[in-house]
Antibody, heavy 115, light 107 residues
C-alpha cells in the first residue's frame, strides 16, 4: 500500500525553525519528483517547493524562497522540508505529495506559528 | 509567476445536473494542468492530469479539456459524493501554482 507520512509539525514561535519529514512506503521514492504544499486554516492549496529525483534541482514559491529548503534521502525513502524564520502566516497543514499522473498526497502535518 | 483564476467561486447545483468549471491561466501552460478534488477533512485527490487524462480510478463522468490558457473540468452528471472543492494546478512553469478553488455545493 502506498503511503506518505508527514511528521515534525507542531507549535513554534515566530522566527523559529522546524524540520518536516515525509516518509514513503509502498513505493520507491527515488522514481518521483516530490513536492510540499500547504493549506492554511479554511484556505486554499499553496504549492511551496519541489525536488527532482536525485535532489540536484529544486524550486520554491517566492513566499518561502530563502527561508525553506527541500531535500531528500532516497536511501531512507524520505523527503524533508527545513523551515527557518517562521512567520505567523506560515501556520498551515503541510502536505508532501508525489508528482506525476499517479500523484499521491500524505495526510499532512500541522504547523502553528504563534507566540 | 503564472496566476490561475478559477470561476465561479461557488456553484450551487443538484445531483444529476451537468457542471463545467473553468480555470484560466495568465500565460500559456501548454497542457501542463491538473485538477484535484478536496472534500472537508480529506487530502486532495487527483482527477485529471495533462489537462485531459483521467487519473486511475476516476469515474468517466469527469472530463477535462483545454490547452494554453483556458481549461475546463466537466462533470457530466453530479453524484452526491461530487460536492467538494475543486482546484486546478499548473506545472508548466515553476512556481507550480494552484487556482483559488471552486466550491461545488448542493442546492
Amino acid at each position: 500500500e502506498v503511503q506518505l507520512v508527514e511528521s515534525g509539525g507542531g507549535l513554534v514561535q515566530p522566527g523559529g525553525s522546524l524540520r518536516l519529514s515525509c516518509a514513503a512506503s509502498g513505493f520507491s521514492l527515488k522514481n518521483y519528483w516530490m513536492h510540499w504544499v500547504r493549506q492554511g486554516p479554511g484556505k486554499g492549496l499553496v504549492w511551496l517547493s519541489r525536488i527532482n529525483i536525485d535532489g540536484s534541482t529544486t524550486s520554491y514559491a517566492d513566499s518561502v524562497k530563502g527561508r525553506f529548503t527541500i531535500s531528500r534521502d532516497n536511501a531512507k525513502n524520505t523527503v524533508y522540508l527545513q523551515m527557518n524564520s517562521l512567520r505567523d502566516e506560515d501556520t498551515a497543514v503541510y502536505y508532501c505529495a508525489r508528482g506525476g499522473p499517479d500523484a499521491y498526497w500524505g495526510q499532512g502535518t500541522l504547523v502553528t506559528v504563534s507566540s | 509567476e503564472i496566476v490561475l483564476t478559477q470561476s465561479p467561486g461557488t456553484l450551487s447545483l443538484s445531483p444529476g445536473e451537468r457542471v463545467t468549471l473553468s480555470c484560466r491561466a495568465s500565460q500559456s501552460v501548454k497542457n501542463y494542468l491538473v485538477w484535484y478534488q478536496q472534500k472537508p477533512g480529506q487530502t486532495p485527490r487527483l482527477l485529471i492530469y495533462d489537462a485531459s487524462n483521467r487519473a486511475t480510478g476516476i469515474p468517466d463522468r469527469f472530463s477535462g479539456s483545454g490547452s494554453g490558457t483556458d481549461f475546463t473540468l466537466t462533470i457530466s452528471r453530479l453524484e452526491p459524493e461530487d460536492f467538494a472543492v475543486y482546484y486546478c494546478q499548473q506545472y508548466g512553469s515553476s512556481p507550480y501554482t494552484f487556482g483559488q478553488g471552486t466550491k461545488l455545493e448542493i442546492k
